[in-house]
């Protein structure tokens, strides 16, 4: 058996969080409020910290500097993330891309539909943004993405889905174990479709307050 912990959208607010030892730790992206280079920093060491045998994030819209200064973020990831490595390394960021972890495939992906003028979003219904959801490798078993599909854990306060259709179209063809996102605050919480458990872990409420408690899986 297997402990995972879940969170999301922490926006600099991490260490207000408190993570229980755990085999793998999640974050699914809005690991910082804008991205600011001295914020992303206290993160990842923060990150480094933490009571878990692996850890794995991706980046979220609000994390600009991740997006827009591929540079910053080399330097950020060669420092908290490859520097750390050894034959096992223990913490691993995905954009894009894929790990097998203590058995487990699993694929990370920050692209969300457009939200203003924030990171890793294209517009909703481009060819874009369905190439990027279509390149998910269908062996995937924990798919991370920052922002969730359409129709589910996505409700807003103003009640509008504001998740990907992309994202759902991609999701039909795939048979995951789980799919753990953010962004939507709202929608914090785990709902199963189908065969496949959905979790918003969205640590910060509507109102930016780090209160919703880490998701744990067990498997």
């Known amino acids: 058996m297997q402990k995972i912990v879940c969170i999301s959208d922490t926006h600099g607010k991490h260490k207000k969080v408190k993570i229980p030892k755990c085999d793998i730790l999640i974050h699914a992206g809005d690991f910082s409020s804008t991205g600011k280079h001295d914020e992303v920093e206290r993160f990842l060491r923060w990150l480094n910290k933490q009571p878990a045998e692996h850890i794995i994030f991706c980046a979220g819209n609000h994390d600009l500097s991740f997006d827009f200064e591929p540079e910053f973020k080399e330097e950020m990831l060669r420092k908290y993330v490859w520097g750390t490595a050894t034959s096992n390394p223990r913490i691993h960021y995905l954009e894009d891309s894929s790990i097998i ?52 854990l996505d409700l807003t306060y103003s ?50 307050e780090p209160t919703n408690a880490p998701v744990i899986i067990e498997i």
């Open 101 to 152: 972890c203590n058995g487990l495939h699993f694929y990370g992906m920050p692209w969300c539909p457009r939200f203003m003028n924030w990171a890793f979003y294209f517009e909703s219904g481009s060819k874009e943004l369905q190439e990027k959801c279509d390149s998910i490798p269908l062996d995937t078993d924990i798919l991370i993405t920052h922002g969730p599909p359409w129709g589910i």
């Open 159 to 208: 009640q509008t889905y504001a998740g990907s259709q992309a994202l759902r179209n991609r999701i039909h063809s795939l048979n995951l174990k789980y799919h753990v996102f953010g962004h939507i605050h709202e929608g914090y919480g785990s709902e199963l479709y189908e065969k496949t458990m959905f979790i918003n872990a969205s640590t910060c409420t509507a109102f930016y």
